[in-house]
Nanobody, 122 residues
Framework: QVQLVESGGGLVQAGGSLRLSCAAS????????MGWFRQAPGKGREFVAA???????FYADSVKGRFTISRDNAKNTVYLEMNSLKPEDTAVYYC????????????????WGQGTQVTVSS
């Protein structure tokens, strides 16, 4: 059974930093893309970032230059380093794995974590 478990969320002041982790188990994703989405109250699930097995990355415009996605294939783990956080970054952040196309579309991803709350105070 595949499981994705996020950690690292919390409360931080605007301008601060957090590092999210997502540990995968049940299968290896070293040859698959992995990504992060977020969902704020009353809004849909929004693409944040993706990383391919090659190490290539892609970011939403809203986080480009502030967030960095990385992966450790030996640990089957993906990370999201978030800097210069803003109140509008407040959301539940979800890890996703298992897609070959359309990484910005949530419906294309097969596996999801349970989410971790990130709250940025002004």
């Amino acid at each position: 059974q595949v499981q994705l478990v996020e950690s690292g969320g919390g409360l931080v002041q605007a301008g601060g930093s957090l590092r999210l982790s997502c540990a995968a188990s049940g299968r290896t994703f070293s040859s698959s893309a992995m990504g992060w989405f977020r969902q704020a109250p009353g809004k849909g699930r929004e693409f944040v970032a993706a990383i391919w097995s090659s190490g290539s990355t892609f970011y939403a415009d809203s986080v480009k230059g502030r967030f960095t996605i990385s992966r450790d294939n030996a640990k089957n783990t993906v990370y999201l380093e978030m800097n210069s956080l803003k109140p509008e970054d407040t959301a539940v952040y979800y890890c996703a794995a298992g897609t070959a196309v359309g990484v910005t579309t949530a419906a294309h991803w097969r596996y999801w974590g349970q989410g971790t709350q990130v709250t940025v105070s002004s």
